[in-house]
């Protein structure tokens, strides 16, 4: 799975945690990652949240948002964003909640249906162009 450019940019701590930066492959943007032990149970190596680099376990840092990018979503819509859909909510519904963030025009090739969506919300960036 080609989630992440694991391009170390820099190295640093934050009291006793140990941070990394790599690059996303989807966002091209720079992301902190915090250096974890083991992971949670029932979350997987993704390379979105939780990334392997060597023996050394990462779990992204992040805020209660999440992008639909950092699933694989096209914010152009010239692609299909079906599974990003499917990898982020399954991802929220995991975690018990938070926000999908949207930030573009995103394809959808196929009805996507979702039950038990308790606590999950999906917001636009406000600036008046995000269509599904």
Do not use: H
């Amino acid at each position: 799975m080609k989630n992440l450019i694991l391009i170390f940019l820099f190295c640093f701590s934050l009291g006793s945690a140990q941070v990394v930066q790599l690059i996303d492959s989807n966002t091209k943007e720079p992301v902190n990652f915090e250096r974890i032990n083991t992971l949670p149970v029932g979350a997987v190596v993704d390379g979105v949240i939780y990334a392997k680099k060597g023996a050394y376990l990462y779990k992204r840092i992040y805020t209660e948002n999440v992008r639909l990018e950092w699933f694989g979503a096209d914010p152009t819509g010239l692609k299909s964003s079906n599974l990003a859909f499917i990898k982020a909510i399954d991802f929220l519904k995991r975690n018990k909640g938070g926000k999908l963030l949207l930030m573009g025009k995103y394809r959808v090739t196929e009805p996507l249906i979702f039950d038990n969506l308790e606590g999950i919300s999906i917001v636009g960036d406000s600036n008046g162009n995000d269509v599904i």
